[in-house]
């Protein structure tokens, strides 16, 4: 007897199921596109229990007749393809016909559905896969389909189910996505009776996006208008038109969850495209930032292929450097023209500008990109200005690389990759090594000491482990002896410079009050302590349907770190109190980036995850900020409190707390040795 045969149904529609039905979202998400297929244009969705007990959605679309609905649920049924060429052309959402067979193989499903001119409905009851009912029924038109149980009779894909709120972001997130892509339908989507999304018909994407993210958001925004290009590469000029809206450079997310990708009114996520997005933004936002992009890429069918996944979401492009090409010039040339600048002008440091610039205004990065900001230093301005001066001796910021001006992935600056530059101060700008007064004084080669009592003397081990020349991280014990190092002042106001018995020492100010205020934070929300300051008016927060789903998981959380909320309306909530550390103008943002990082890191992260990233956001927050000058108490103060930390080594995204230039190596540097 030969060992190959072919496969039931029954078991082929399962292994589908796996491909096609990842989670409830993924149901969500092909019965969604057969309802706008259908040409729906009020489709409704509820769900309950995060879509483990039921997943509803209905359409007032065109419905089907009996035949239509039973072949429905055979494998590889469809009203959208024809012939092989029309795989070439696909211009509906979907086109494999596995979706239904798929979905009512691993549910209890129920299908009632009218087609316009039938005097009656269908209802088709499946469960695992096999026809349980089909009756006539009174149904006033379009489709429902209702999926009750997902993977009841697959245990094993159950168990790997998320928890309820994550389940429920996944499908609030696809639904948003939809409802971007489609201005002139109306979704609602409910869980467990709740309203989180309510959008009705409009004229112009304009106002879905104030439907949906609110004025706030819309403000910060940049309309891209319809740029149309000729594809020449074809026998015959092919257009492509993008549209949609970016963000000012001054919104910086911390993940892509709002960067929407749709091609011909497909949902996608595409690798290429989001490196085209960020080769837009190059320089005008920190690396590890993303911006709020709103995308539509319409194009010929048959210049890209939607074939190349199971779920249809990753598509091939005929031509993808063009297009590659396409998006990140239309955006950067939109935005050079738009000359985006925040809404309340930020001061510019006079160590930033040279003479003879022209200040411009300077956008607020966000404080957990504190450290890269001041590895950029915005010193784009001040790059080649006065050519005579002798530059400054700060090896790690003196020498940068920019892009070549003709290089595709760079902005066109106009400098060679490989040409380099040396910062200088404007003449009579005083350097910022600041020694609070103290000269340094060379004491015979053999240490230095400051002009001053109880001199510190430097001392050379006959033995050292030593680090390469230059400066290097620090993660040894001597970190442990941080409070006797004697503070010498500040460099760029940001940087504190001191010495011990181990050489040269330069802690970043931000990420050292950053990692005592995270543990601070982090030991206050353990006993119930933390201190509150009342507002003397509510601010008042705009949510979308996924931060929405994220505020009711972590309600109980914000109260912890101290944040009193409560909700106030659709999607809207109200802060009455704020940790005492918080400044008011940091509330709004600081309540965003706690909720984007649970929706970022919802796959993964536990409670205390959770927690710990509220904790570091706030610290992040309330932590001494760029160009802050210290005076040598408070400085003294800082390195204390960090020497009583658990892990003074780094802050609590990871970033160094302080670099090392050890005794040996200044001494080898001035061949002392």
């Known amino acids: 007897m030969g060992r190959i045969r072919v496969l039931s149904d029954q078991v082929a529609n399962k292994i589908a199921a796996g491909e096609v039905v990842e989670r409830p979202a993924s149901v969500i998400k092909e019965l ?8 729906g244009t009020d489709i409704r969705i509820e769900v309950e229990a995060g879509g483990r007990r039921l997943l509803r959605i209905a359409d007032n679309g065109c419905g089907m007749i009996r035949d239509d609905a039973l072949l429905a649920f055979e494998r590889h049924a469809t009203s959208k393809l024809s012939s092989v060429d029309d795989l070439n052309a696909i211009a509906t ?3 494999r016909g596995e979706a239904l067979p798929s979905i009512a193989s691993v549910s209890r499903l129920v299908l009632e559905t009218r087609e316009e001119h039938e005097s009656v409905g269908t209802r088709v009851e499946i469960a695992g896969g096999k026809l349980l009912d089909c009756t006539e029924m009174a149904f006033p038109g379009g489709t429902t389909i209702t999926v009750r149980d997902l993977f009841f009779n697959v245990p094993a894909r159950k168990k790997f189910l998320r928890s309820e709120q994550t389940e429920l972001t996944h499908i609030a997130s696809l639904v948003t996505h939809y409802s971007l892509a489609h201005c002139d339908k109306a979704f609602t989507l409910t ?23 609110g004025g706030d958001t819309l403000e910060d925004l ?11 590469a074809e026998p015959e000029p092919t257009p492509f038109r993008i549209s949609g809206y970016v963000s000012r450079p001054q919104v910086q ?25 960020s080769a837009a933004y190059y320089n005008l936002i920190p690396p590890a930032c993303y911006p709020f992009a709103l995308l539509f890429i319409d194009c010929d069918p048959a210049q890209v292929d939607v074939n190349v996944h199971p779920s249809k979401t990753e598509v091939r492009f005929r031509h993808g450097t063009f297009v590659h090409d396409l998006v990140r010039d239309t955006l950067r040339e939109t935005l050079i023209a738009a000359r985006p600048a925040p809404s309340a002008p930020m001061p510019v440091s006079p160590l930033f500008v040279a003479p003879g610039l022209h200040a411009q205004p300077v956008a607020e990065l966000p404080y957990s990109e504190f450290t890269q900001a001041l590895e950029d230093m915005r010193f784009d301005e001040a790059r080649n200005v006065l050519p005579g001066a002798p530059p400054m001796a700060v090896e790690g910021f003196g020498r940068q690389s920019f892009p070549d001006a003709n290089d595709p992935g760079g902005p066109g600056l106009g400098y060679s990759r490989a040409q380099e530059y040396s910062l200088r101060p404007p003449p009579g700008a005083a350097t910022r090594f600041d020694f609070q007064g103290a000269p340094l004084t060379f004491d015979r080669g053999e240490g230095i000491s400051p002009a001053s009592s109880d001199p510190l003397r430097l001392k050379v081990p006959d033995t050292h482990a030593g680090f390469p020349p230059g400066l290097s991280l620090e993660a040894s014990q001597s970190m442990a002896n941080i409070a006797e190092l004697r503070v010498l002042g500040q460099i760029y106001d940001s940087f504190i410079l001191a010495a011990g018995p181990d050489g040269l020492w330069i802690f970043d100010q931000h990420v050292v009050h950053e990692r005592i205020l995270f543990e601070r934070n982090l030991a206050r929300q353990a006993a119930g302590r933390v201190e509150q300051q009342r507002l003397l008016m509510p601010i008042v927060l705009t949510l979308t349907p996924a931060q929405q789903v994220e505020y009711d998981r972590l309600a109980a959380d914000l109260a912890a770190a101290g944040f009193e909320t409560e909700p106030f309306g659709n999607r809207t909530i109200a802060v009455k109190a704020v940790p005492a550390d918080i400044e008011q103008p940091a509330v709004e943002s600081a309540i965003y980036e706690i909720l984007e990082i ?24 309330a932590a001494i900020k760029i160009n802050t000058r210290l005076d040598a ?9 960090l020497s009583r930390t658990a892990c003074p080594m780094s802050c609590p995204h990871g970033r160094p707390v302080a670099l090392r230039y050890s005794t040996r190596d200044i001494l080898r540097s001035f061949h002392r040795i």
């Open 32 to 39: 969604l596109e057969n309802s706008i297929d259908a040409g």
């Open 93 to 95: 959402l979907g086109f």
């Open 191 to 213: 869980h467990g009776g709740k309203e989180l999304l309510a959008v009705t018909p409009v004229m112009h994407l304009h106002d879905r996006v104030f439907q949906i993210f």
């Open 222 to 232: 940049i309309d891209l208008g319809s740029h149309k290009t000729m594809l020449t």
């Open 253 to 277: 997310k911390n993940n892509r969850n709002s960067i929407f990708l749709f091609v011909n009114g497909r949902l996608i996520r595409d690798r290429m495209l989001i490196h085209a997005i």
């Open 598 to 621: 649970a929706e970022s890191e919802m796959r993964r992260v536990s409670v205390d995850d959770i927690r710990r990233g509220i904790a570091a956001s706030l610290a992040c927050r």
């Open 633 to 641: 108490s408070k400085m003294e103060h800082l390195l204390r409190e």
